[in-house]
């Protein structure tokens, strides 16, 4: 059992960063994958970005190096790095844990990027 709890959302201009974190309760966390996912709304909800136990990463398209995934296993903590912001990046972001057949997510964290 994985309890997520997102932060870091908010308002912020084009080109602007936010620093999203996941903090995880529960045993096993070093053992899960760990991912972002997003939605927007009238759309469906996608992949944004994965860490795995080892530290692999994968990333959608289009993030194009603008994000980065990090995980620190000691603080039971998923990161977000979001880098030059785009207005198309609103969306209510989503923290998720997985391992075998068990999945978990968060509540979400609303990013909203206007100006």
């Known amino acids: 059992q994985v309890q997520l709890v997102e932060s870091g959302g908010g308002l912020v201009q084009p080109g602007g960063s936010l620093r999203l974190s996941c903090a995880a309760s529960?045993?096993?966390?070093?053992?899960?994958?760990m991912g972002w996912y997003r939605q927007a709304p009238g759309k469906q909800r996608e992949l944004v970005a994965l860490?795995?136990?080892?530290?692999?990463?994968n990333y959608a398209n289009f993030v194009q190096g603008r994000f980065t995934i990090s995980r620190d296993n000691a603080k039971n903590t998923a990161y977000l790095q979001m880098n030059s912001l785009k207005p198309e990046d609103t969306a209510v972001y989503y923290c998720?844990?997985?391992?075998?057949?068990?999945?978990?997510w968060g509540q979400g964290t609303q990013v909203t990027v206007s100006s």
């Open positions: 529960g045993s096993g966390f070093s053992r899960y994958v």
């Open positions: 860490i795995g136990s080892g530290g692999r990463t």
């Open positions: 998720n844990a997985g391992y075998s057949d068990y999945l978990y």
